[in-house]
C-alpha cells in the first residue's frame, strides 16, 4: 500500500490532520503496519469512509459487499477454493469485465491468476477489509481474517464524517483553553465519564459523558502522548505537542489506572502565557527588592519552596529571563523542561536511560555555567551536589515541596544533608502560593467582622478606611467571583543568626519566630493580608490557600 498516496489523499479530503497522521506512521512502523491498518487499529477512522480514500489513492473503485446481494451465478465464476486462497470476491461483471473486491490495493497481482481462472478480463475494486470478510463468509461459508486488523469494529460513538472522538479532543482541550484551565481532568466513574478543568487553582465539572467513551477517548489521548495503548495496568507518562487557535501548547499526559478504568490528567503549558514576569506574580515592595539583590549574587543556593502547582517554576523562569544576558552561562536541568528559553542551555531528565538530575548536575559542571537550575531537588545526592556547586563559586536556583521557607532547611538536613552545609550555602528561601484574584468586573464591597479580619490577622485598626472585598460572581467569571491568580510570598533571608541556628539544628518554629520577630521575614499570611487590604483578593481566598497553624 502506498502510505505517501494514501497520506496526500487524507490530508487533501481534510479526513485527518498532519498531527494525528503523524502518530498513526509512528504508530504503524513500530508495529510494521501500513499507515490504513495503523489509522484503523488507533481507531482515527470509521473503516468504510477510510478505505474510499485508500480507493481513491490508488485510483480504484470502491465496493461494500458487506450488506449488498450478489447474484450467486456470479459468485460461481470464480471458485471457492480460489477465492478464498486469494481473498478475492466477484461482485459485479460489465461490459465482459469481471470485478473483484479485495481488501488491499497490494492484492492485484491476484488477478493475472484469477483472469485464468474465470477465461476473460478481470479489475480490481477496493473493499473495507471487515466487510469482504463478512461477504466471505456469507457466500463460501469460511471466513477470512481482515489481515493485519487486531481492533474491534468502531462502536456507534466512533461513527460518523469527522470521527467524533477526534473533535471531541479538540473541543475538550480548545474549551480547557479557553477557559484558562490549567489542567484537564477526565475520570471514569461506574456509569459515567467526568471531565473537568482546574481553574485558576480549583477544580470545576464542565462535562459528563456515556461511559462507552472512556476507552476510546483515553486511547486517543494515549496515541497523541506517544503511550502503550494496550498497556492499561501501569501509570503512564507523556507528552502531547498541541496547537490550537494559532497558539503552540505543550500538554503533560499522565495516565492512573482505577478500579473504573484509567483516569488521566492534563497539564496544558502554554508556551507564550505562562512566561510572565516577577511583576505579573504579584511580586513587589521590598520584598521584591531583597529578591533582585539576591538572584544577582555571584554564588550561593536560591530555593523556591511550595506544593505542586503554587507557581515555583514560573517564578524560577522569571528570574532567569532577568539574569540572561551574553555574558553568562546559564544551564539547567529540568524534569521535564517545561518552557523553552532563547539564551539558555536546558538539558532534559531521562531516567530510563540514567539521565537523572545528579547525573546532569555533575556534568554541567564541567561546562563551566555562571548560573544553574536545578529543576528540583528530591534526594540527598542531588542536595549534596547543588550546594558543592554554590560553594564552588556558582548560583544554584532550585525548587523544594516544603509548606514554607524555613521547612526547606529541615528538610534538606532530613535527605542527608550535613548542617553545616546547609547553613554555609543557603542564601535565601521563598515560600510562595497562587491566590486568586477578584473579579474587577463583579467584586464587591463590605464591612468585614472582627474574626474575619483576627483570621487573616488583621485588627480593625491596621484596615483603617480601606475598602475590603469578597468574591460575588458574573457572567465574565463564570459565576465564581475570581478572574486569574497572583503570587503571595514569604521570603526567607539568610543571616549570620539563621545560620548559626541552622547549623546546631534547632527546632524549625525557633528560627521561624525569630525570622518573622528579629529578621523583618513577611509571612504567607501576612504578605496574603497585604493583597486583601489592596483589594486584590478577599479574606475567605487567603484562609483557603494558607495553613492556619
Given at each position: 500500500?502506498?502510505?505517501?498516496?494514501?497520506?496526500?489523499?487524507?490530508?487533501?479530503?481534510?479526513?485527518?490532520?498532519?498531527?494525528?497522521?503523524?502518530?498513526?506512521?509512528?504508530?504503524?512502523?513500530?508495529?510494521?503496519?501500513?499507515?490504513?491498518?495503523?489509522?484503523?487499529?488507533?481507531?482515527?477512522?470509521?473503516?468504510?469512509?477510510?478505505?474510499?480514500?485508500?480507493?481513491?489513492a490508488h485510483k480504484l473503485s470502491f465496493v461494500d459487499p458487506g450488506k449488498a446481494k450478489i447474484p450467486q451465478a456470479l459468485i460461481d465464476r470464480v471458485p471457492a477454493?480460489?477465492?478464498?486462497?486469494?481473498?478475492?470476491?466477484?461482485?459485479?461483471?460489465?461490459?465482459?469485465?469481471?470485478?473483484?473486491?479485495?481488501?488491499?490495493?497490494?492484492?492485484?497481482?491476484?488477478?493475472?491468476?484469477?483472469?485464468?481462472?474465470?477465461?476473460?478480463?478481470?479489475?480490481?475494486?477496493?473493499?473495507?477489509?471487515?466487510?469482504?470478510?463478512?461477504?466471505?463468509?456469507?457466500?463460501?461459508?469460511?471466513?477470512?481474517?481482515?489481515?493485519?486488523?487486531?481492533?474491534?469494529?468502531?462502536?456507534?460513538?466512533?461513527?460518523?464524517?469527522?470521527?467524533?472522538?477526534?473533535?471531541?479532543?479538540?473541543?475538550?482541550?480548545?474549551d480547557a483553553l479557553d477557559a484558562r484551565a490549567s489542567d484537564i481532568h477526565i475520570e471514569p466513574f461506574e456509569s459515567r465519564l467526568r471531565v473537568r478543568f482546574r481553574?485558576?487553582?480549583?477544580?470545576?465539572?464542565?462535562?459528563?459523558?456515556?461511559?462507552?467513551?472512556?476507552?476510546?477517548?483515553?486511547?486517543?489521548?494515549?496515541?497523541?502522548?506517544?503511550?502503550?495503548?494496550?498497556?492499561?495496568?501501569?501509570?503512564?507518562?507523556?507528552?502531547?505537542?498541541?496547537?490550537?487557535?494559532?497558539?503552540?501548547?505543550?500538554?503533560?499526559?499522565?495516565?492512573?489506572?482505577?478500579?473504573?478504568?484509567?483516569?488521566?490528567?492534563?497539564?496544558?503549558?502554554?508556551?507564550?502565557?505562562?512566561?510572565?514576569?516577577?511583576?505579573?506574580?504579584?511580586?513587589?515592595?521590598?520584598?521584591?527588592?531583597?529578591?533582585?539583590?539576591?538572584?544577582?549574587?555571584?554564588?550561593?543556593?536560591?530555593?523556591?519552596?511550595?506544593?505542586?502547582?503554587?507557581?515555583?517554576?514560573?517564578?524560577?523562569?522569571?528570574?532567569?529571563?532577568?539574569?540572561?544576558?551574553?555574558?553568562?552561562?546559564?544551564?539547567?536541568?529540568?524534569?521535564?523542561?517545561?518552557?523553552?528559553?532563547?539564551?539558555?542551555?536546558?538539558?532534559?531528565?531521562?531516567?530510563?536511560?540514567?539521565?537523572?538530575?545528579?547525573?546532569?548536575?555533575?556534568?554541567?559542571?564541567?561546562?563551566?555555567?555562571?548560573?544553574?537550575?536545578?529543576?528540583?531537588?528530591?534526594?540527598?545526592?542531588?542536595?549534596?551536589?547543588?550546594?558543592?556547586?554554590?560553594?564552588?563559586?556558582?548560583?544554584?536556583?532550585?525548587?523544594?515541596?516544603?509548606?514554607?521557607?524555613?521547612?526547606?532547611?529541615?528538610?534538606?538536613?532530613?535527605?542527608?544533608?550535613?548542617?553545616?552545609?546547609?547553613?554555609?550555602?543557603?542564601?535565601?528561601?521563598?515560600?510562595?502560593?497562587?491566590?486568586?484574584?477578584?473579579?474587577?468586573?463583579?467584586?464587591?464591597?463590605?464591612?468585614?467582622?472582627?474574626?474575619?479580619?483576627?483570621?487573616?490577622?488583621?485588627?480593625?485598626?491596621?484596615?483603617?478606611?480601606?475598602t475590603l472585598y469578597r468574591a460575588r460572581g458574573c457572567d465574565a467569571c463564570g459565576g465564581v467571583g475570581y478572574r486569574g491568580r497572583s503570587g503571595i510570598f514569604e521570603?526567607?533571608?539568610?543571616?549570620?543568626?539563621?545560620?548559626?541556628?541552622?547549623?546546631?539544628?534547632?527546632?524549625?518554629?525557633?528560627?521561624?519566630?525569630?525570622?518573622?520577630?528579629?529578621?523583618?521575614?513577611?509571612?504567607?499570611?501576612?504578605?496574603?493580608?497585604?493583597?486583601?487590604?489592596?483589594?486584590?483578593?478577599?479574606?475567605?481566598?487567603?484562609?483557603?490557600?494558607?495553613?492556619?497553624?
Amino acid at each position: 500500500m502506498n502510505d505517501a498516496a494514501l497520506r496526500q489523499q487524507l490530508e487533501s479530503a481534510g479526513a485527518l490532520d498532519s498531527s494525528s497522521l503523524d502518530q498513526a506512521e509512528s504508530f504503524g512502523k513500530a508495529r510494521r503496519k501500513n499507515l490504513a491498518e495503523a489509522i484503523l487499529e488507533l481507531g482515527l477512522m470509521p473503516e468504510r469512509d477510510l478505505y474510499k480514500l485508500v480507493a481513491s489513492a490508488h485510483k480504484l473503485s470502491f465496493v461494500d459487499p458487506g450488506k449488498a446481494k450478489i447474484p450467486q451465478a456470479l459468485i460461481d465464476r470464480v471458485p471457492a477454493a480460489q477465492a478464498l486462497q486469494n481473498g478475492a470476491l466477484p461482485v459485479a461483471e460489465k461490459g465482459g469485465v469481471l470485478y473483484l473486491a479485495i481488501d488491499d490495493p497490494d492484492k492485484t497481482f491476484v488477478l493475472d491468476s484469477l483472469g485464468f481462472v474465470v477465461g476473460g478480463e478481470v479489475r480490481a475494486a477496493l473493499a473495507p477489509p471487515s466487510s469482504l470478510a463478512e461477504a466471505m463468509q456469507r457466500y463460501y461459508g469460511s471466513g477470512v481474517a481482515a489481515p493485519g486488523l487486531g481492533r474491534a469494529q468502531p462502536s456507534a460513538e466512533e461513527e460518523g464524517d469527522d470521527a467524533p472522538i477526534i473533535r471531541l479532543v479538540q473541543k475538550t482541550i480548545e474549551d480547557a483553553l479557553d477557559a484558562r484551565a490549567s489542567d484537564i481532568h477526565i475520570e471514569p466513574f461506574e456509569s459515567r465519564l467526568r471531565v473537568r478543568f482546574r481553574i485558576d487553582g480549583v477544580l470545576k465539572e464542565v462535562a459528563s459523558h456515556p461511559r462507552t467513551l472512556q476507552g476510546p477517548l483515553v486511547s486517543r489521548l494515549k496515541i497523541l502522548a506517544s503511550l502503550d495503548i494496550a498497556e492499561k495496568r501501569k501509570p503512564q507518562d507523556g507528552r502531547i505537542p498541541f496547537r490550537a487557535k494559532g497558539r503552540d501548547i505543550d500538554i503533560r499526559a499522565s495516565i492512573l489506572p482505577g478500579n473504573h478504568g484509567e483516569s488521566m490528567v492534563m497539564r496544558l503549558l502554554d508556551k507564550e502565557a505562562s512566561l510572565v514576569s516577577l511583576d505579573a506574580l504579584g511580586f513587589t515592595g521590598h520584598d521584591r527588592e531583597v529578591f533582585e539583590r539576591l538572584i544577582k549574587r555571584p554564588n550561593g543556593i536560591f530555593l523556591v519552596t511550595g506544593p505542586t502547582g503554587s507557581g515555583k517554576t514560573t517564578t524560577l523562569y522569571a528570574a532567569l529571563r532577568q539574569l540572561n544576558n551574553s555574558d553568562v552561562k546559564i544551564i539547567t536541568a529540568e524534569d521535564p523542561v517545561e518552557y523553552h528559553l532563547t539564551g539558555i542551555n536546558q538539558c532534559q531528565v531521562r531516567h530510563n536511560i540514567g539521565l537523572d538530575f545528579s547525573r546532569i548536575l555533575r556534568a554541567m559542571l564541567r561546562q563551566a555555567p555562571n548560573i544553574i537550575l536545578v529543576g528540583e531537588i528530591r534526594d540527598g545526592e542531588t542536595a549534596e551536589i547543588a550546594i558543592q556547586a554554590a560553594l564552588t563559586g556558582h548560583l544554584v536556583f532550585s525548587t523544594l515541596h516544603t509548606n514554607d521557607s524555613t521547612s526547606a532547611l529541615a528538610r534538606l538536613i532530613d535527605m542527608g544533608v550535613k548542617p553545616f552545609l546547609v547553613s554555609a550555602s543557603i542564601q535565601a528561601i521563598l515560600a510562595q502560593r497562587l491566590v486568586r484574584k477578584l473579579c474587577v468586573s463583579c467584586k464587591e464591597a463590605y464591612e468585614a467582622s472582627p474574626s474575619e479580619l483576627s483570621s487573616i490577622g488583621l485588627a480593625s485598626d491596621q484596615v483603617g478606611d480601606r475598602t475590603l472585598y469578597r468574591a460575588r460572581g458574573c457572567d465574565a467569571c463564570g459565576g465564581v467571583g475570581y478572574r486569574g491568580r497572583s503570587g503571595i510570598f514569604e521570603l526567607l533571608v539568610m543571616d549570620d543568626t539563621i545560620r548559626e541556628m541552622t547549623f546546631r539544628q534547632e527546632p524549625t518554629m525557633k528560627i521561624r519566630s525569630y525570622a518573622e520577630s528579629s529578621a523583618g521575614m513577611y509571612t504567607l499570611l501576612k504578605d496574603g493580608a497585604r493583597k486583601v487590604l489592596a483589594g486584590e483578593t478577599s479574606i475567605e481566598e487567603i484562609f483557603r490557600v494558607v495553613a492556619m497553624g
